[in-house]
């Protein structure tokens, strides 16, 4: 229900479209920063296998070089502090910096280094190392490009939406316990979300 009601002989408000995006840079090309303040690096698994538990990271830091025209020339770089991974429950959270999961005092950080960029039309391939738990594997994460835009404050910004699902075991993140009912508390499969929205940096002048 709305938040104000409408008289029954009021005029309907005009249909807005579920998805707005906009887009003011033809050529995506250049150096950009990610925004952290507007960019969700999170993750999903589920739990007791009946639903699933959300969460993610607050503190980040990455970079991208994008090559429209030769997208195998781009590159991504970003770096996670694990210990500000949160769920919304504090005895979970302090669970997950346990050496049961991140282990957050003998590997502070996640990253993740591209070694791969591929490009189709709107949908970028994103291979590159990621290291959790100090255990590094390669991955694959599909994004779409969902605009571009100029804010307010006069920055350019891009955007992408990603995810792929990883078998946490693969990075020793490897804590179970059985169900008495069967199965498992904790999915080995988790999936990796990805909302970025990066600022392109301006070329310093000579």
Known sequence: MGLFNRSSNAAAPAP????ETSSIVADLSGDYVI??????LGFSARH????KVRGQFDEFEGTAHVDAANPAASSVSVVIQAA?????????DGHLK?????DVENHPQIT???TKVERNGGEWDITGDLTINGVTKSVTIPFEETGSAKDPFGNTRIGFEGSTTINRTDWNLSFQAALETGGVLVSE?????FDISAIAQVPAQA
């Open 16 to 19: 807005v479209a579920a998805e």
């Open 35 to 40: 925004d952290p303040t507007h960019t969700r």
């Open 48 to 51: 007791a296998m009946v639903t």
């Open 84 to 92: 500000s991974v949160t769920t919304g429950n504090a005895q979970r």
């Open 98 to 102: 346990t050496p049961d999961f991140f």
């Open 112 to 114: 993740f280094v591209s």
């Open 189 to 193: 499969k988790v999936t990796l979300e």
